[in-house]
């Protein structure tokens, strides 16, 4: 059911501390951590800690967590200071745009140029 846990998610796993990951913040309703296949110097993933399959259905249930989620990206921008020099906040929705983890959340990159569109 949507907004509870699933047993075979990887990342419903890491919120409940069954798989380990490099946690930089966790809020009460979110958990940042870095990515294991970096991207970029600052490659962050802030997730909610329900479950969601994308952003989409995240935000239509559940907005004051997806609010969450993005002031959680940019605090984080700003710890890791790449304000600055500029950010991204992605969301890949669906197989066929690189998502490979079926529960919302937001890649927060930054730390080298980002090209538009990217590469």
Request: proline fraction near 8%.
């Amino acid at each position: 059911m949507a907004g509870e846990p699933q047993a075979d998610c990887l990342f419903c796993k890491i919120v409940t501390g069954d798989i380990p990951a490099t946690v930089v913040r966790e809020t009460e309703t979110t958990v940042a951590f870095r990515d294991i296949n970096p991207q970029a110097p600052t490659h962050v993933l802030v997730i909610p800690k329900v479950h969601y399959p994308d952003a989409a259905s995240l935000a239509a249930a559940e907005p004051a967590i997806t609010a969450d989620l993005l002031r959680e990206a940019g605090q984080i921008a700003l710890d890791e200071k790449i304000t600055d020099h500029g950010y991204r906040i992605v969301f890949n929705t669906g197989a066929g745009a690189g998502q490979t983890v079926f529960h919302a959340h937001a890649h927060l990159l930054g730390g080298r140029g980002l090209q538009w569109p990217p590469g």
